[in-house]
């Protein structure tokens, strides 16, 4: 029999090759496909809202009488027409409109409209809304149905898309969609069908309860949710399988390099620390390959766990990558992990895409030799030429920076034959749980949840850019006391450009009115050779003030800074704010975090930095933001791809991202199943080939 994935859209009627084109863009060759392309919202166009009930963004219908018709002049000329209906008043504005609409919208008229309320000229207002003069009846509450509407490509229209969905309903009854989620799952949530749950969205029926269906919650919306959500799981573990079926190289914890390390250092590990350190040695132990992921908060001491793995590799005789997402932080851990590893007689290389030439073909031949054991570096770590000895470990720092396919790329590399690196994984940014568990399935956790003693709670102000000399005099007063501080320029981070601009004007400006002080810059445009010398001045000491872009948001260490100046931190996610925050605090001093909005703020940016006020808990801070910003701002702007889900919505519906969770490990069994949900869901491309 013939299924409905093997029917071309092109089957119906009124798709021609042009149009087909067009819907290959959206991913859809077949009926079946059309049929997943699902509508993402509904349009209540089932009744009469009464005008006074209307509030800003509503949309619906409202029926009434034509008061008033004006022609306004103006900047833009316009038609305006005034309805009113028992309750209140609403206005029509029209910016094209014709001789014959306006002698139609006279006054008297009775109108039926249905638009989306903005604040206007004249009050609320609906611009070009659709409308009927003198409109039949409207039609019997029980025949009134939802308006699906669907995403588009450039090309197709909503009415379009629409029509093609219905007909393609009508195959649905003869072909009905292979359901391969097992029938007790099903009944187990009770679960609507594929083909029930696919034909109700594209035409919920006039008795389906409304509310549900606007909010997504209809059983046949969250069937699809729940289905879409496995699938995601589905690919993930499917990764995480193919990993598993390489080998490793055990690394037995052997030699006293450890132990030397630990004794050389001044401090000891905290109990979560050793704890990680512990599941980590446990893993590399083992001849499969580690994918850990550690969380731990800002500050919570993740590099030197990092360094205590590498030592486990290079005592057992193989090498160890360091990679990191910028060159300021991985310059940063080269030189901590030559102040700790040199003495051990550890030998260490650096790459990053600055270096070139001669330097780089040296670097390349110590590396490929296998006398360099610590490489440490940017992504130009992963380049093709770059060819390691016996790599077993690979540790990435600040992970949420890199796109997921650097992930999957790193894998590859040292891969030799069956035999696959271990991986170690840090996020800077602590990750709600949920969405871990999402975006992460691949990777076992470990969580640092303590911070090294003695710590004091970093106090944060909030005040508006009008206080700016006040601001600037208290920075003065710092540093003079022996304070040193960070000034933090944010633009949108799109320009890097105008960031580094600004950075300079701000820069100059400080210079200029605060002469007493040693004042530095850095940012992503200056060479790399300078960033590391402005760095390096300010963590001797030399430097009272480092004027900074968000190049220094992560991993930057320098204990003794004790003040940090935010400008314009409503531009920024939570999270970013919390990493920046986390470059003071490090010492033993007080420290302060000025957060410097420019008014006016929302409501909404009033609240978030009072979150940021008021916790410093990077887990609490990243719950907010995800209820606040989405997943794409918590795992970072590289990432979004990977959580741009076609119906699911991160918070509606992370109950099922738990219950799919415990569902999706028994699946994987039955072959075909993941196969056609990931191909459903998820498209040719693999989970890991979108981003
Ligand atoms: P993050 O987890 O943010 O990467 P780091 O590894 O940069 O944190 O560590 C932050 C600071 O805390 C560093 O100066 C580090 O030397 C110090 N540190 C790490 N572990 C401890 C500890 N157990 N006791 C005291 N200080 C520590
Ligand atoms: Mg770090």
Redesign the pocket.
């Known amino acids: 029999m013939t299924a409905l994935d093997e029917i071309p859209v092109t089957t119906l009627k009124g798709v021609g090759m042009a149009l087909a084109a067009t819907l290959g863009r959206l991913g859809i060759e077949s009926i079946q496909d059309l049929l997943f392309h699902l509508p993402h919202r509904y349009e209540d166009r089932t009744r009469v809202i009464p005008m006074g009930s209307l509030r800003i963004g509503d949309t619906g219908v409202v029926e009434g009488e034509v008061v008033r018709t004006d022609l306004v002049m103006g900047r833009r000329r316009s038609l305006q027409v005034t309805l009113r209906d028992e309750s209140g008043f609403l206005v029509m504005r029209f910016f094209h409109f014709n001789a014959t609409q306006k002698n139609q919208l006279s006054q008297g008229a009775r109108v039926r409209c249905y638009g989306e309320v903005r604040p206007g000229r004249a009050g609320y207002e609906f611009y070009h809304p659709e409308y009927q003069v003198n409109p039949g009846p409207m039609p019997a509450a029980a025949e009134a149905t939802l308006t699906p509407v669907y995403p588009l490509t450039e090309g197709v229209q909503q009415p379009r898309v629409r029509s093609l969905c219905q007909q393609a309903l009508g195959y649905l009854k003869r072909y009905p969609i292979r359901d391969w989620l097992p029938a007790a799952m099903l009944a187990d949530y009770q679960l609507p069908g594929i083909s029930d749950a696919v034909a109700l969205v594209h035409a919920p029926p006039a008795d389906a309860p409304v509310h549900l269906l606007m909010e997504g919650r209809h059983p046949a919306q969250q069937r699809l949710v729940m289905e879409e959500l496995l699938a995601h799981q589905l690919s993930l573990l499917q990764v995480r399988e193919q990993i598993r079926t390489r080998e490793a190289l055990p690394l037995l914890p052997r030699g006293d390099l450890p132990a030397r390390f630990l004794a050389a250092?001044h401090?000891?590990?905290?109990g979560a620390?050793a704890r990680v350190l512990r599941e980590i040695r446990q893993d590399l132990s083992q001849p499969l390959p580690m994918l850990r992921l550690v969380q731990?908060?800002?500050?919570?001491?993740?590099?030197?766990?990092?360094a205590l793995a590498a030592l486990q590799a290079i005592s057992a005789g193989a090498q160890a990558a360091l990679m990191a997402p910028t060159e300021i932080l991985a310059e940063q851990h080269y030189t901590?992990f030559r102040q700790w590893l040199e003495p051990l007689g550890i030998e260490l290389a650096w790459l990053s895409g600055k270096v070139k030439g001669k330097a780089r073909t040296a670097t390349l031949e110590r590396v490929a030799a296998g006398e360099a054991v610590m490489v440490v570096g940017t992504h130009a770590l992963f380049q093709n030429d770059v060819q390691f000895d016996r790599l077993a470990l690979i540790i990435v720092?600040?992970q949420h920076r890199f796109g997921v396919h650097q992930r999957l790329a790193l894998r590859e590399k040292g891969a030799h034959g069956r035999l696959a690196p271990h991986q170690l994984i840090?996020t800077?940014t602590p990750i709600p749980r949920t969405l871990a568990m999402s975006a992460y399935a691949d990777l076992d956790t470990s969580l640092?949840d303590e911070l090294?003693?003695?710590r004091k709670p970093i106090e944060t102000i909030v005040l508006p850019d009008s206080r700016r000399d006040d601001i600037v005099n208290r920075v003065s007063d710092a540093c003079q006391a022996g304070r040193q501080a960070y000034w933090v320029c944010t633009l949108i981070e799109e320009s890097e450009a105008l960031q580094c601009q600004a950075a300079e004007v701000t820069a100059d400006e400080l210079k200029s009115r605060l002469p007493e002080l040693a004042i530095g810059l850095v940012h992503g445009r200056l060479k790399a050779a300078d960033k590391a010398r402005v760095m390096g001045q300010f963590k001797d000491g030399e430097l009272d003030l480092l004027v900074a872009t968000t190049v220094i948001e992560?991993?930057v260490?320098v204990?003794d800074a004790s003040l940090i100046i935010i400008e314009n931190p409503e531009r920024l996610g939570l999270a970013q704010l919390h990493q920046l925050r986390?470059r003071v605090g490090?010492?033993d001093a007080e420290s302060f975090c000025v957060l410097m909005y420019h008014p006016p703020l929302s409501r909404n940016g009033k609240a978030r930095l009072q979150v940021l006020r008021d916790s410093q808990d990077g887990f609490i801070i990243a719950e907010k933001d995800l209820e606040i910003r989405g997943p794409g701002e918590v795992l970072g702007t590289r990432q979004t791809g990977l959580m741009q889900f076609r119906l699911a919505e991160f918070e509606r519906d992370k109950g099922w991202i738990e219950t799919v969770r415990g569902l999706a490990p028994a699946m994987l069994g039955d072959k075909k199943a993941v196969a056609a949900l990931i191909r459903r869901w998820l498209g040719e491309r693999t989970r890991y080939g979108e981003v």
Request: aromatic share 4%.
């Open positions: 250092l401090f000891d590990l905290t620390q731990g908060d800002v500050g919570s001491g993740k590099t030197v766990v990092a901590n720092d600040e840090m800077a640092i090294p003693p003695g992560v991993g260490d204990p986390g490090r010492g």
